[in-house]
């Protein structure tokens, strides 16, 4: 009768940004008693992602026996994968394997995953656990949309992905002759090697004039 805890983010760890530090998870399985050695990570990992492929999930899979309780923070941690989900609770469930979300909302219905397979309790858990799989599906979906049409979006306005590049004094003195001769900021930006956005192009013109 092993408590086991898993820990899942989609991003690697970004400080002030809500649910993708995972530490915040980690405190909270320790307040409820889960022994640090026992808990299991996937970070940097997807949602979408199956859980036979995660290397983190693997490894808690491989120490589960009948009788061992599974603590989350919430239930989307195991996935946001609908049919991977539902079949990997499922898996669990037949295994004997408990499992735990420490979600407030989530709490009964979790409970009644335990019920006797006949009960109306257990009938209700099934469903609740499909739709909450194919919620948190939908919801990765929609994030994958926004995310893509973002990207085109700035794409599209000309603007330069990935982290800021350096720009050298030269090339500022080479921005300034370009203004100059009364191109805009956007085909200065382009015509610099390696490109840069026309709001580099402003702001870099702006620090040079004071």
Do not use: C, H
């Not at 949602?47 to 309780?69: F, K, M, P, V, Y």
């Not at 700035?154 to 992905?161: S, W």
């Not at 300034?176 to 090697?193: C, F, N, P």
Request: aromatic fraction near 6%.
């Amino acid at each position: 009768m092993t408590v086991y805890g898993y820990i899942r983010t989609s991003r690697q760890r970004i400080e002030g940004t809500p649910g993708s530090d995972p530490e915040a998870q980690a405190y909270q399985l320790r307040q409820d008693d889960v022994p640090e050695a026992n808990v299991y990570r996937d970070v940097g990992v997807s949602g979408g992602t199956g859980t036979n492929s995660r290397a983190g999930w693997r490894a808690l899979d491989a120490r589960l026996q009948t009788g061992d309780t599974l603590v989350v923070v919430a239930a989307d941690r195991i996935g946001r994968s609908w049919l991977n989900t539902v079949n990997t609770i499922r898996d669990l469930r037949t295994r004997g394997v408990r499992i735990r979300s420490l979600a407030p909302d989530e709490t009964t219905w979790v409970s009644w995953l335990e019920s006797d397979p006949d009960s109306p309790e257990a009938f209700i858990a099934d469903i609740l656990t499909s739709l909450m799989a194919w919620t948190a599906d939908q919801e990765r979906q929609a994030a994958s949309r926004r995310t893509k049409a973002g990207l085109e979006k700035a794409v599209a306005e000309g603007k330069t992905l990935g982290p800021p590049r350096k720009v050298n004094e030269d090339q500022v003195e080479e921005m300034a002759r370009l203004k100059r001769a009364g191109l805009s900021y956007r085909t200065i930006g382009r015509r610099m090697v390696p490109n840069v956005s026309g709001d580099t192009v402003m702001r870099k013109l702006r620090e040079r004039q004071g």
